[in-house]
T-cell receptor, first 118, second 116 residues
Framework: AQKITQTQPGMFVQEKEAVTLDCTYD???????LFWYKQPSSGEMIFLIY??????QNATEGRYSLNFQKARKSANLVISASQLGDSAMYFC???????????????FGPGTSLSVIP | SAVISQKPSRDICQRGTSLTIQCQVD?????MFWYRQQPGQSLTLIAT?????????ESGFVIDKFPISRPNLTFSTLTVSNMSPEDSSIYLC?????????????FGAGTRLSVL
């Protein structure tokens, strides 16, 4: 069964506007971590933001914020003031059991392709 | 963050040959992870490499096809053996760094492999 769902294969946003990329996940663990990564056409995976399941506040990193709704099992990425350089693939990912160990694997969603329009 | 160097960054290979990908990390880590990303797809974990023991492979991946070495705490190699065009993918090395009690997974720049 798919553990990470990203329902938007492709998204367009006007430059300087905000955009929300959706992510829902499935786990029976109480302890887990959620990640968002950006992958430009070069192929490298760039870490953007992290949210732990016990974190009470939504994570923020510069123009990136994570809208974490635990009961709904959603972890949407919000990018404010979009820039042309934000055009890339975005992946939501999860590690289960993160408190117990850092050795547990991270699984990835299918990704969302974001295009920023001038 | 972590500095992870992967070599080669890209290669074009003939079917039936093998390619070894190197991953060097700027400090010691317990586990190193190897991922594959097929064209247009998401990342799939191939195996987890622990120093001093055999790698643990995920379902669908076998040691004969993807042998991994982990000779020390900063280095690992992944070999793609007896390649076919289906092996054309990006291969990524990854490590976990603990930053303010957060275990963050970082990735190398990847190796873009094309098999003819």
């Amino acid at each position: 069964a798919q553990k990470i769902t990203q329902t938007q294969p492709g998204m367009f946003v006007q430059e300087k506007e905000a955009v929300t990329l959706d992510c829902t996940y499935d786990t029976s663990d109480q302890s887990y971590g959620l990640f968002w990564y950006k992958q430009p056409s070069s192929g490298e995976m760039i870490f953007l933001i992290y949210q732990g399941s016990y974190d009470e506040q939504n994570a923020t990193e510069g123009r990136y914020s994570l809208n974490f709704q635990k009961a709904r099992k959603s972890a949407n990425l919000v990018i404010s003031a979009s820039q042309l350089g934000d055009s890339a693939m975005y992946f939501c990912a999860m590690r289960e059991g993160f408190i117990k160990t850092s050795y547990d694997k991270v699984i990835f969603g299918p990704g969302t392709s974001l295009s920023v329009i001038p | 963050s972590a500095v992870i160097s992967q070599k080669p960054s890209r290669d074009i290979c003939q079917r039936g040959t093998s390619l070894t990908i190197q991953c060097q990390v700027d400090s010691q880590v317990t586990m190193m992870f190897w991922y594959r990303q097929q064209p247009g797809q998401s990342l799939t974990l191939i195996a987890t490499a622990n120093q001093g023991s055999e790698a643990t492979y995920e379902s669908g991946f076998v040691i004969d096809k993807f042998p991994i070495s982990r000779p020390n705490l900063t280095f690992s190699t992944l070999t793609v053996s007896n390649m076919s065009p289906e092996d054309s993918s990006i291969y990524l090395c990854s490590v976990v760094r603990t930053d303010v009690a957060k275990n963050i997974q970082y990735f190398g720049a990847g190796t873009r492999l094309s098999v003819l």
